[in-house]
C-alpha cells in the first residue's frame, strides 16, 4: 500500500491569464528500480491514464489502476480523499505539510514542446527527489487558491509557474514516474464532480 499511495503522490492572479478549468488526460509511464517490481505492474496497479479535473480550489483525479482509483481535493477542507480498489473506504490527508522537503529550484525556458505548446520547466530538488514540470501559461492556475496545499510541493511549484503542468517527471531512488498530457478540454464542471458522497466511510490515511 505504502509503495502505490506514493506513486500517486509523486503523479496538481490579478494581472494572469484566466484559471483553466476543465479536464486534462495524462499518460503516465514508469521505470522501476524496485526488486521484483516491473514497470508493467506498476501501471496495472497505479494506473497508466489518469484523467485530471480542476475548478477553482478544487480538483479530482480518477486513474485506471487495479489498486489506485483516485484523489479528490477539497480546498475548502485542504483535504484530499483517496480512493483505493481494495477497500469501499475514502482516506483522508491533510496538506498542509511537506513529507519531501524542497530544497532548491530553477526554471529554463524554452525547454520542451508538450502536445505542440513550447513549454518552460521548473526542476525541483527536494530531500529525497527530484520533480521536473514542464508548463504553459495557456493553461493558468490561480496558486493563491492553494496556498494551504503543501503536500505534493503543489503550492510551491505554482507559485513559480502559475500554471498547470502538462509534463511531470519524478525521479527518486526507487523509481521514475513521468506524467504527461495528451488531450485538455476546457469546459465548465458541475460543482457536484467534486461532492465527497459517503463520508461515513472515512477513515484517516496512514500512508
Not at 11 to 32: L, P
Not at 50 to 67: A, H
Not at 78 to 100: E, P, R, V
Request: aromatic residues 12%; charged residues 20%.
Amino acid at each position: 500500500m505504502k509503495l502505490l499511495v506514493l506513486v500517486l503522490s509523486l503523479i496538481s492572479f490579478t494581472g494572469f491569464a484566466q484559471n483553466f478549468e476543465g479536464k486534462i488526460v495524462y499518460k503516465n509511464t514508469y521505470n522501476s528500480r524496485i526488486p521484483n517490481v516491473t514497470a508493467e505492474q506498476l501501471a496495472t496497479a497505479a494506473g497508466a491514464t489518469e484523467e485530471y479535473y480542476i475548478k477553482g480550489n478544487n480538483y479530482k483525479i480518477v486513474l485506471d489502476g487495479t489498486y489506485m482509483k483516485g484523489v479528490t481535493y477539497i480546498g475548502a477542507e485542504n483535504k484530499a480523499f483517496t480512493s483505493l480498489g481494495i477497500s469501499d473506504s475514502l482516506y483522508w490527508q491533510d496538506y498542509s505539510t511537506y513529507t519531501d522537503t524542497p530544497i532548491k529550484y530553477e526554471i529554463k525556458k524554452d525547454a520542451a514542446y508538450v502536445m505542440g505548446l513550447l513549454c518552460d520547466v521548473i526542476i525541483i530538488t527536494t530531500q529525497k527527489s527530484k520533480i521536473s514540470c514542464y508548463y504553459n501559461t495557456k493553461y493558468a492556475v490561480n496558486p493563491e487558491l492553494y496556498k494551504h496545499h503543501i503536500d505534493g510541493h503543489w503550492y510551491y511549484i505554482i507559485s513559480k509557474t502559475n500554471a498547470l503542468p502538462l509534463k511531470t517527471i519524478t525521479e527518486n531512488q526507487m523509481l521514475t514516474i513521468i506524467n504527461t498530457a495528451v488531450s485538455v478540454t476546457p469546459e465548465k464542471l458541475n460543482n457536484k464532480l467534486f461532492d465527497v458522497k459517503d463520508r461515513t466511510k472515512l477513515a484517516k490515511a496512514r500512508f
